[in-house]
């Protein structure tokens, strides 16, 4: 169990050197800028895991490919077929290059929020979300409150629970021999946040009985979760999170954490500093030590201290420490 770093999609010299700096040997980059319409080639995800080598890091995950790499697959368009062949020929890239995780989610119209800079502790800047306002949004007004780049062009698409889950099998199916084949393993996130609906589109992955149900129906060593802390808080104020680790840890089917929190509950949150939410960081990390985790713990929204960068670099030191130090506490 250590601490790492990540949701950025450039590699730069300043940035590995902070990670560096920071103590830290694992980081995942979260949709990374780089060449390539339709899928990611060899030589370019080589190139990445050559810089992090240069400053004796690990390229431990890419988080998310471009929506439209996969945004038929997800909607069950026509199309899907040839999107198919691409994923699965960039988690062979992925595997030749030496990257071992590739984190994915199934929503095809992104992480929302309803406000960007909400005060929080100190006048730092956190999102927040109010499932009121964003259930009136129509389509066009989709992109400026979704956090995710690359969505697809059509978000009229009205999808069921039902129609989600056929188009997440037909997935599963498919990609999940190629990623035993190649060594990579697939870390599902939960919806963000994981309210039954938004834009017309289900969000089935906001609950445990349907995050267990992937997990039993497509059980593999190369399959399990990037286990978002904050979504998780986000479900029911709080509560079943530490059940929901020690659950999946114990399983093995933890491959990293998202490690943050909210105030409130998924009708109504705002993103905070840890050992300000729903939940304590302590209890969290306990149990997933208990339960035998052994990944890496990241931070991942963080609040806009005095001053900060739009990446957070501020904050992201100051969580890192946090989290080391919840580490190191729970240690024998």
């Known amino acids: 169990m250590r601490v790492g770093l990540g949701q950025f999609r450039e590699i730069s010299d300043e940035r590995l050197q902070f990670i560096k700096q920071c103590g830290v040997d694992d980081f995942q980059l979260n949709t990374p800028e780089m060449p390539g319409q339709q899928r990611w080639e060899y030589e370019d995800l080589a190139q990445l895991v050559n810089r992090a080598e240069q400053y ?15 945004d038929k697959i997800m909607l069950g368009q026509p199309g899907r077929e040839e999107q198919l062949q691409n994923m699965c020929q960039t988690v062979r890239n992925m595997g030749r290059a030496g990257i071992p995780i590739l984190g994915y989610h199934f929503m095809p119209n992104g992480v929302w929020r309803t406000d960007r800079q909400k005060p929080v502790r100190g006048n730092a800047l956190a999102t927040a979300f109010h499932y009121e306002t964003a259930s009136k949004l129509s389509s066009d007004q989709i992109p400026q409150y979704s956090l995710t780049p690359h969505l697809p062009a059509d978000l009229d698409q009205q999808m069921t629970d039902d129609q989600m889950w056929d188009n997440y099998d037909w997935y599963l199916e498919r990609i999940l021999p190629v990623c035993e084949e190649a060594g990579v393993r697939l870390a599902l996130h939960p919806d963000d946040p994981p309210v039954p609906s938004l834009g017309g589109v289900a969000r089935i992955f906001r609950n445990f009985d349907n995050f267990n149900r992937a997990m039993q129906t497509f059980d593999s060593p190369f399959h399990g979760l990037d286990f978002c802390h904050g979504c998780w808080s986000e479900m029911r104020g709080g509560e079943g999170v530490q059940e ?89």
């Open 244 to 332: 929901a680790l020690e659950y999946f840890a114990s399983a093995g089917k933890i491959f990293y954490v998202h490690l943050r929190d909210v105030q409130g509950t998924v009708d109504d949150f705002t993103e905070c500093f840890l050992g300000d939410g729903n939940c304590n960081p302590v209890d969290t990390i306990r149990t997933l030590k208990q339960a035998g985790f052994r990944g890496f713990i990241i931070p991942d929204h963080v609040p806009q201290m005095v001053d900060d960068t739009d990446w957070g670099h501020r904050g992201r030191a100051y969580t890192v420490g946090y989290i080391e130090a919840l580490i190191r506490s729970v240690e024998p």
């Open 56 to 70: 004796e890091l690990r390229l431990m995950a890419l988080e998310n490919v471009p929506n439209t790499f996969w």
